[in-house]
């Protein structure tokens, strides 16, 4: 979509590639919001997607799509964590390893 990989030569590559390409001065995230009102709920990922198709239109630079595409993510797979974990009535916070 962003023109990093447009063959995939072996499972993971474009991944791979969206990965390294991104600007970490980048602080911006898209939206990809939890939608609680599907059951079971789901994340919105065409808002997600159609924000990275939005901005490779309008020539945003693939390393900065490839920042906000993954601060979205983040964010929406760490709300959908807490509401399934206020769902199952898990308190893990703050978390302590060991």
């Known amino acids: 979509?962003?023109?990093?990989?447009?063959?995939?030569s072996y499972e993971g590559q474009a991944a791979i590639r969206l990965e390294k390409a991104q600007d970490m001065t980048e602080h911006s995230a898209y939206p990809c919001p939890l939608l609680l009102d599907?059951?079971?709920?789901?994340?919105?990922?065409?808002a997600l997607l159609d924000a990275v198709?939005?901005?490779?239109?309008n020539g945003v630079p693939p390393g900065v799509?490839?920042?906000r595409f993954h601060l979205g993510l983040i964010n929406g797979l760490a709300e959908m964590a807490a509401a399934v974990s206020e769902a199952?009535?898990?308190n893990a916070w703050?978390?302590?390893?060991g």
């Open 1 to 8: 979509m962003i023109g990093l990989c447009s063959t995939v």
């Open 38 to 46: 599907e059951q079971p709920a789901v994340l919105d990922t065409l």
């Open 53 to 57: 198709r939005e901005d490779a239109q």
């Open 65 to 67: 799509i490839a920042r």
């Open 88 to 90: 199952l009535g898990i």
């Open 94 to 97: 703050p978390f302590r390893a």
